[in-house]
């Protein structure tokens, strides 16, 4: 069966500081990974999307790397703020057609707190 | 609009009724889905539309899920005979065709709880 586990399950941080998310799967075949931030009560945002063929894709503060050959993807927040508190969630698409369902397979997200 | 819009926002409902979410995608987006999303987990599919047809239902639980999206746009979420089980964060998301990521776009959910 697919699966995509992150840790740490939860993480609580001072405003400022950096911090550094897991994320490791096993879907195959392997299309793209992305992650998403959402916060509670609403639905995921998009952050960062990667081809197995990238290693490295940054949006701001956020920087997502992956290593296609031990399936293995983190997501590094830097200089955090109190707006970054929310689940981020690694989600892998193992499907590469544009035309058919994804298939997305989601993990179960890591929730993070900064606090002041 | 400018994104994804689900409606309502929260729907309360007593055990064994009938519940309907909506859904209305990006304005051009072909592909629709929908998602279940229970507390402290990830979201699971449900049933994936391309155009005005059910690709793939796989997702749904039970013959007491429905889906339509009769026009290729808007699309419903229907619930017979809910269950307190059912009581979850539905979320729709939306995509286009074409593009290297197929990315999905997500709707602000809607939290249905069955007392």
């Known amino acids: 069966k697919n699966q995509v586990e992150q840790s740490p399950q939860s993480l609580i941080i001072l405003e400022g500081k950096n911090c550094t998310l897991q994320c490791n799967y096993t879907v195959s075949p392997f299309s793209n990974l992305r992650w998403y931030k959402q916060d509670t009560g609403r639905g995921p945002v998009s952050l960062t999307i990667m081809t197995f063929s990238e290693n490295t894709k940054s949006n701001g503060r956020y920087t997502a790397t992956l290593d296609a050959d031990t399936k293995q993807s983190s997501l590094h927040i830097t200089a955090s703020q109190l707006s970054d508190s929310a689940s981020y969630i690694c989600v892998v698409s193992p499907l590469i057609s544009n035309f058919g369902n994804e298939k997305l397979t989601f993990g179960t997200g890591t929730r993070l707190t900064i606090i002041p | 609009g400018a994104g994804v819009s689900q409606t309502p926002s929260n729907k309360v409902t007593e055990k064994g009724k009938y519940v309907e979410l909506r859904c209305d995608p990006i304005?051009?987006?072909?592909?629709l889905y929908w998602y279940r999303q229970s507390l402290g987990q990830g979201p699971e599919f449900l049933i994936y539309f391309q155009g005005t047809g059910a690709a793939d239902d796989s997702g749904l639980p039970n013959d007491r899920f429905f889906a339509v999206r009769p026009e290729g746009s808007v699309s419903t979420l229907k619930i017979q005979r809910t269950e307190r089980g059912d009581s979850a964060m539905y979320l729709c998301?939306?995509?286009?065709?074409?593009?290297?990521?197929?990315?999905?776009?997500f709707g602000p959910g809607t939290r249905l709880t069955v007392l």
């Open positions: 304005s051009g987006h072909t592909a």
């Open positions: 998301a939306s995509s286009p065709l074409g593009g290297t990521y197929n990315e999905q776009f």
